[in-house]
């Protein structure tokens, strides 16, 4: 008897979106850090510029916490849908 490994799993359309959504908004926060961190050290080659940089860096760090606000707000949304698959081991 061949076995069949493939897993599928069915979720709405709705929930389908809700995860595209909160994944886009997790992949340009971190985007987002990324360049604040690589101009703000930019700026740190220049003391005039080192006081912009320090703003960055702060800037970075704050969007550092929104990643687990948003992983939060997403699991939140989910589980308001009465998604069976709110936790996902590909959570972002």
């Given amino acids: 008897m061949p076995q069949d490994d493939d897993l599928t799993l069915r979720i709405g359309h709705e ?3 809700v ?5 886009t908004l997790s992949i340009v926060n ?7 961190f690589v101009v703000g ?7 005039s510029t080192a006081t912009a940089g320090t703003w960055l860096f702060l ?3 704050v969007q550092m916490l929104l990643r687990p606000a ?3 707000r997403r699991r939140l949304h989910l589980q ?3 998604s069976p698959h709110a ?3 590909r959570d972002f």
Avoid at 19 to 23: D, L
Avoid at 30 to 36: E, Q
Avoid at 41 to 47: H, I, K, M, V
């Fill in 80 to 82: 308001r849908l009465g």
């Fill in 19 to 23: 995860r595209q959504r909160y994944e």
């Fill in 30 to 36: 971190d985007i987002l850090i990324g360049v604040w």
């Fill in 15 to 17: 929930e389908l979106v």
């Fill in 70 to 72: 948003i992983r939060l």
């Fill in 59 to 61: 800037l970075g760090s």
């Fill in 41 to 47: 050290s930019a700026l740190f080659f220049s003391e």
């Fill in 87 to 89: 936790e996902t081991a």
